[in-house]
């Protein structure tokens, strides 16, 4: 996977997940959702990650979890 895709894809299903569980995600629980064996999920996703929280637009955890930041002009 190209790292561009890579990047929209992880940002894509951050949000998804947020979406329908309201809850912190895991880099692990991402990678796998995107196909990547156990072994190889999180360390797939969290380069990712890092850059989301690096650019504003997700959160990061005291415990490693991810959060989107949501924009106040989507709660309309």
């Known amino acids: 996977m190209a790292n561009t895709m890579m990047y ?9 997940f947020y979406e329908a569980h309201q809850r ?6 991402i990678g796998l ?6 072994q190889q999920a999180s360390a797939r996703t969290s380069p990712m990650l890092k850059r989301l929280v ?11 979890m991810y959060l989107p930041v949501l924009d106040a002009n989507m709660s309309g």
């Open 8 to 16: 929209e894809a992880v940002a894509a299903k951050l949000r998804e």
């Open 54 to 64: 690096a650019e504003g637009t997700a959160k990061r955890t005291p415990n490693g």
């Open 33 to 38: 959702a995107l196909g990547f064996s156990y």
């Open 24 to 29: 912190p995600i895991g880099p692990t629980e």
